[in-house]
């Protein structure tokens, strides 16, 4: 997860007697490379870790934080993004983005303990936001989650959204991004396509289960990146998993006959996707199959089937890569 690594960072800088510039962009518009909630870490040598989407845009930025860190304090700054413009970058985007620079320095003892706090719950896999709360000399930071409520401190509820918040009251700034979400990706079958799907989506930031009846698969062998492998009946999932809405089903299983049992459970499910591998034969039986058990037009609409964007994937490579491009298209419209 890119944000934990971003935060481990800092803890690891401060701890070590370093001052950082952590540099977010706060909004955008148009055609800009990076929306709001793309970071870029920076210390007094350059960039450490992250990007804002390159070009002019992220070494203007690199050099405004490096010369912050020097006058020790946090700051914002606009950028156009267009090639015609006085005031412009010189890039083709045509977009506009805004960058907080905040600025976290070794001395402010507090912020490490809270980002110790931060990081032992983001380890837990449950939906957390990062606050942060900065003027042009003191940062601070704070977090929330349903288990914890509010630690370091507190920002109205209407704040916490799937989106970044930003807003400024008299000469303060707040800043609230989502860091960690809740929703599971439990991929039904430990074949050739679960294999090569599921190191795609580790660095995509899905928390990924691999269920199967098949203790032979579910090996770190096969599943080097897996968050979670589960040994289980797949007529019976309920006795090993619990879903909520935030979770998505993929069903990739060694026969059709246990993929229509899992479709039947999946889609009595709260879950926010469900999709499952086969052709277009495949896809026409299990829809008259689903409608004889009884289920209606309207629920069948939750199930994607065929799997994935259609970008004509054939190998088990190109159908993780199609998969994990529709998860993300999922993930961004919920």
Known sequence: MVMIKILETILANLQAQRDVMLVTV???????PRGAGAHMLV??????????GGGRAEYESERIAQKLLQEQHSGSEKFILAPNDVEDLGMIC?????????????QNVPVCTLLQQILA??????????????????????????ETKFIGFE??????????????????????????????VYIFGGGHVAQALAPVLKPLDFYTVIYDNRPKF????????????????LEHIEEHIKLNKEDYGIVMTRGHKSDFSLEVQLLNSPIAYLGVIGSKHKTA?????????GFTDVDLQQLTMPIGLEITAETPAEIAISIAAQLIQVRAQK
């Open 26 to 32: 706060t909004s955008s518009a148009g055609s800009a």
């Open 43 to 52: 210390g007094t040598e350059g960039a450490l870790l992250g990007t804002i």
């Open 94 to 106: 045509g977009g506009k983005i805004e960058v907080l620079f905040t600025y976290f320095t070794h």
């Open 121 to 146: 719950q983001m380890t837990q896999h449950r939906a957390a936001w990062l606050l942060l709360k900065t003027n042009a000399t003191t940062t601070q930071l704070g977090f929330y989650s349903r």
């Open 155 to 184: 920002v109205a509820l209407t704040k916490i959204q799937k989106k970044p918040q930003y807003w400024q009251d008299e000469q303060t700034v707040y800043y609230v991004e989502p860091i960690s979400q809740s929703g599971k």
């Open 218 to 233: 579910l090996t770190s062998e096969f599943f080097p990146t897996a968050d979670e492998l589960i040994v289980g009946d």
């Open 285 to 293: 039986l299990h829809h008259r199959q689903l409608k004889a058990a």
